[in-house]
């Protein structure tokens, strides 16, 4: 086996003295390393008389601007633009490629070329000379990247992570801002926010509300949903003719022709009537069916597709009342459910004796009301009152504080729970004798009371309003109550088919000659009337303040 070896030095000046004997020229070896750098030096020397060889542009297109970089990365044979802002980052050009840049600050478009892909991680921009910041040239390479022996920039491992160059930044993977205007306050110049939210005051005793006319609303809109009601078939002496009376046990009963039955009690007499009729005489859509639980229910639509639910027992009590939107939405406007279930739990419930249970269980012993509300705004004289002393009343909390809810019954049958508030008398709606039908010719003496009501409800939709009936002392007892019933009822009709005032807002009950405004037994305008007041702050919390 061969081995390698190095001839010594000593051995070519042996060789060397031997040729030289002889007269032949001698050329001595050099090391290895010495012929390395012998021919190192001799190719610079080649190099120094050769051209140089022009080096690559750098993004000649935004040579004057000072704002090229790229925002692509081209491998091979492929085209990239890019532009910086302000001389932040340079283009490095690799391989076959070509590069196009635009300048922003500058003066002067251009394209250039070179060997190679734009990559936006570059070095800044020399600054331009008719710039006037100062500072020096960073050639350090951004926050990310390592920098190589041969000078180059050296990507991270999770450099394939990183986004391209984005316009308007430095960096390759630096987002560009977002260029959003900040929220307008009330006051700030910027256009691009809507004016501020205009919030009208609360519809309380001295608010704005108040100053605010009502306008009656489209007579076409209200006829569209609501009809006149139909006069009556029947005269008051056909009525009395067909009253049927009946007892059972210590209740005794008298039931007329519309549903309507006089309930008398201890000493107490009182009317009920069917309240889904009101619905239907005035509604173009009612419409009645019967409930799997034995209720029956009266629906009627309005324009947007709302709904008005009425549900009573067989008996025309009111068990409850809604108003469901087109969503689906359901707000309970009256609820009597629970109390009609502590009236009758655990009790016989025979024909009759459930009128006469209603009646017992909702009559409430207090006191009368001690109030430091003058006169002449506790009653409101309806031919003297001003449009804001009938909307104050309308409007006003309880003149006593309330220890708790009251049912709707609680509220009809107790005289003194209704005296906790306020209310407006109406003695200008005549009636003929014997008769409930109101006048057209009355009409516009309503109109006054409809403005009333329908500016509260424009505050709070599912306010209640009680419409009660009067009569003087004149004539039978039975006759004056069933004449004062059905009067309240005709005028909540033409409230809602005239003035549009929604139906589920009202509630009506007549008492005859039991609560005289003047106490005499003869003929008295002023007890022949109509008396609205707000009640819904009775049936719950919510409304008292």
Avoid: C
């Amino acid at each position: 086996m061969t081995k390698n070896w190095r001839r010594s030095p000593a051995i070519d000046v042996v060789i060397a003295v031997a040729l030289a004997g002889l007269g032949a020229p001698v050329a001595l070896a050099e090391p290895a390393d010495q012929r390395v750098e012998v021919a190192a030096s001799a190719k610079n020397a080649d190099d120094k008389d050769k051209p140089k060889k022009p080096k690559a542009p750098r993004n000649q297109g935004g040579a004057d601007g000072g704002d090229g970089s790229g925002d692509a990365s081209t491998p091979n044979a492929s085209k990239g633009t890019g532009a910086a802002r302000d001389g932040d980052a340079s283009v490095e050009v690799k391989k076959a490629g070509s590069a196009k840049g635009q300048a922003r600050d500058g003066k002067a478009k251009g394209s250039g070329s070179g060997q190679g892909q734009l990559q936006g991680y570059g070095k800044p921009a020399k600054p331009r000379n008719d710039d006037k910041r100062t500072g020096s040239r960073d050639d350090r390479p951004p926050s990310g990247q390592l920098r190589t022996s041969k000078g180059g920039n050296k990507k991270p491992a999770d450099a394939a992570k990183l986004k391209a160059p984005t316009k308007g930044s430095g960096y390759a993977n630096t987002p560009a801002p977002r260029n959003t205007a900040p929220l307008n306050t009330g006051g700030s110049g910027y256009t691009n926010t809507p004016p501020p939210r205009t919030v009208a005051p609360a519809n309380t005793r001295g608010s704005g509300y108040a100053n605010v006319p009502w306008k009656r609303p489209d007579p076409v809109v209200v006829k569209r949903t609501y009809k006149a009601p139909p006069k009556p078939v029947v005269r008051f002496d056909d009525v009395k003719r067909d009253r049927k009376v009946e007892t059972v046990k210590n209740v005794r009963l008298y039931r007329e022709p519309d549903r309507r039955v006089i309930i008398k009690q201890d000493n107490r007499v009182f009317i009920n009537h069917d309240e889904s009729d009101r619905f239907r005489r005035i509604s173009r859509s009612a419409r009645t069916a019967r409930r799997s639980d034995g209720y029956n229910e009266t629906i009627i639509v309005r324009d947007g597709g709302v709904r008005i639910i009425n549900v009573v027992d067989d008996d025309g009590y009111l068990v409850y009342r809604a108003r469901r939107d087109r969503y689906g939405r359901e707000t309970i406007i009256i609820d009597n459910r629970r109390h009609r279930e502590r009236s009758f739990s655990g009790r016989d419930v025979a024909l009759g004796v459930g009128a006469g249970l209603v009646l017992g269980a909702a009559l409430v012993a207090l006191a009368p009301p001690v109030h430091a509300v003058p006169p002449d705004k506790y009653v409101v004289d309806y031919g003297r009152a001003s449009d804001e002393d009938v909307y104050e009343a309308l409007t006003a909390p309880p003149v006593e504080r309330l220890d708790r809810d009251y049912s709707l019954d609680e509220i009809r049958y107790s005289e003194p729970l209704r005296e906790r508030m306020r209310r407006v008398d109406l003695d200008t709606v005549t009636f003929d004798f014997g008769s409930w039908e109101v006048g057209e010719g009355e009409y516009g003496a309503l109109e006054k009371i409809a403005g009333g009501i329908q500016r509260a409800l424009d505050h709070n939709a599912d306010e209640v309003f009680l419409i009660e009936g009067h009569t003087d002392a004149v004539g039978d007892e039975d006759d004056n109550l069933s004449l004062s019933d059905r009067r309240a009822q005709s005028v909540a009709e033409i409230l809602t088919a005239e003035f549009g005032v929604p139906p589920e807002n009202l509630v009506t009950q007549g008492y005859g000659e039991q609560f005289l405004k003047i106490p005499t037994d003869g003929p008295e305008r002023a007890n022949r009337r109509i008396v609205v007041r707000r009640i819904s702050p009775l049936m719950s919390e919510k409304f008292r303040n």
